[in-house]
């Protein structure tokens, strides 16, 4: 439920946000996604919730924060179309627990008397390497960014339970809003689904996580 709250309040504020756009971005013009041009750019994302999809780990809390740099491959008038390299210096999941110790799929379920529950923090860090991101509209202030990465996490525990594996594979996509406040900075809101797994490589078995994040970045170009 809070994912999809979270979800639907990114969507009201990156339409509300493009109806603002034709008033705004009146006279405004920007180069900075010319082809051969630079990105840097700071962000992070927080995810309430997990949800059952190709993953089946449930009530797992996911916070993302990283840094990168996009290259601009090609454009035309209208769209730019980037190559994408980001690290990940840190990533907290919150796992659900009992008597301390992770569980799985599905905690609301677990009933015993006696049981102590609680949750534990794993961090982790990665590299995400290979990426793509497509913006449109891409002189103005107002420009919809839709992308897509894959990457790897390296946790201090097994994640997303014991006998998984401390080391797992990442893969989203995303889409969102960035906004231009001058010609070389720029802010981005939107949302990200994840999939975290350790791709059959755990013992006995691999649940997995998805994850629905909202995340904002800061840009700036070159």
């Not at 990156?14 to 705004?24: D, E, G, H, N, V």
């Not at 840190?90 to 015993?112: F, H, Q, R, W, Y």
Request: charged fraction near 15%.
């Amino acid at each position: 439920m809070i994912s999809k709250i979270a979800f639907s309040l990114c969507l009201f504020s990156m339409f509300t946000l493009s109806s603002m756009a034709q008033k705004a971005s009146a006279g405004f013009r920007t180069d900075a996604f010319r082809t051969g041009g630079n990105e840097y750019q700071v962000w992070s994302g927080y995810s309430p919730d997990s949800v059952v999809g190709i993953g089946k780990s449930q009530a797992r809390r996911f916070f993302i924060a990283g840094f990168g740099w996009r290259r601009v491959i090609l454009a035309n008038d209208s769209i730019a179309w980037k190559f994408t390299v980001d690290a990940v210096p840190l990533a907290l999941v919150s796992e659900p627990t009992v008597n301390g110790i992770t569980v799985v799929p599905d905690p609301k379920k677990i009933s015993c008397a006696g049981c102590v529950i609680g949750r534990r923090t794993s961090y982790g860090y990665g590299i995400e390497p290979v990426g793509f991101e497509f913006n449109f509209r891409r002189q103005r202030r107002f420009q919809p960014v839709a992308g897509i990465n894959g990457g790897v996490l390296k946790f201090n525990h097994d994640v997303p339970v014991p006998n998984s594996n401390s080391f797992n594979f990442t893969f989203a996509v995303k889409a969102g809003l960035q906004v231009f406040i001058s010609e070389s900075r720029s802010l981005t809101i939107g949302y990200r689904y994840q999939h975290t797994s350790n791709a059959n490589t755990g013992n006995p078995f691999n649940p997995g996580i998805d994850s629905n994040f909202v995340y904002a970045g800061f840009s700036f170009h070159r």
